[in-house]
């Protein structure tokens, strides 16, 4: 298995991919007016697909996922500007600013640097109710290592790409709310949906059913209620 999609509710998927272009780079897979699919740029060539779907209203819900960006130039934040971000806040004492695309998805954006002078997906963080016991599913879930000396965070065991990194949640997932950014996992070669499906149950996982009737792919809640999409493998 391996994290293949980073998804964010768009109501305009085309404006909001055209920001995400503008700042990460990559290649469109798929151009439509209700899904658009970029390739992004990540450090090293790991491949990480960022999934932009219209949902009605837009984005909804709570964010309990927060994208850190490592920025190798002076310019990031008035060019993300320019492409419509607005300012949320500082970074948490880091020196980083916090912002927020033009639907309203958060991101750090933090000085580093990447090498090439322009800006990097470096981390994905999640809120978790308990970080600690979270991690064991999403190291199975993605088959990445846990980082020496970095509390609750995983990287690809190559260390290429971003990391996923687990904290305490500001307030605990209400309800049946649904995330409006998720993360989807592929199964590949010889796994099978349903073991997987067992698997992630044993480690604190339930499945959710929204009522959208028989789909290739199943949706789960990991042990503090986000949402996780796990994808058959490919025939």
């Known amino acids: 298995m391996y994290l293949e999609n ?3 509710d768009a109501g305009e998927p085309l ?3 055209a920001f995400w272009e ?8 798929a151009h ?3 899904l658009v699919e970029l390739r992004l740029d990540v450090e090293g060539g790991a491949s990480l697909d960022l999934c932009l779907p219209r949902v009605p209203g837009g ?3 709570p964010g309990r996922l927060l994208l850190r960006l490592a920025a190798g130039c002076e310019q990031a934040q008035e060019r993300a500007r320019a492409l419509g971000a607005r300012r949320l806040g500082p970074g948490g004492g880091r020196p980083a600013a916090t912002l927020a695309d033009p639907e309203g998805q958060p ?3 933090a000085p580093a640097g990447t090498g090439h002078g322009g800006v990097d997906l470096a981390a994905i963080v999640l809120e978790s109710a308990d970080p600690g016991r979270d991690l064991a599913f999403w190291q199975w879930a993605t088959g990445w290592e846990q980082v020496d000396g970095a509390a609750a965070t995983l990287q690809r ?4 790409g971003p990391r996923l990194t687990l904290r305490a949640e500001q307030a605990p997932k209400g ?3 649904k995330n409006p950014a998720h993360l989807d996992i592929r199964l590949e070669g010889e796994d099978e949906l349903e073991a997987a499906l067992d698997h992630a149950r044993h480690l604190g996982a339930r499945e959710l059913d929204h009522g959208w009737g028989p789909l290739p792919w199943r949706v789960l809640l990991d042990p503090s209620g986000n949402e996780v999409c796990l994808l058959p493998a490919r025939s």
């Open 6 to 8: 980073l998804c964010l």
């Open 15 to 17: 404006e909001l991919a």
């Open 22 to 29: 503008g700042m990460l780079g990559g290649g469109r897979l």
């Open 32 to 34: 439509g007016p209700d």
């Open 59 to 61: 984005r909804t819900g």
């Open 107 to 109: 991101f750090e954006l």
């Open 157 to 160: 065991r190559d260390g290429e």
């Open 175 to 177: 309800g049946r709310e």
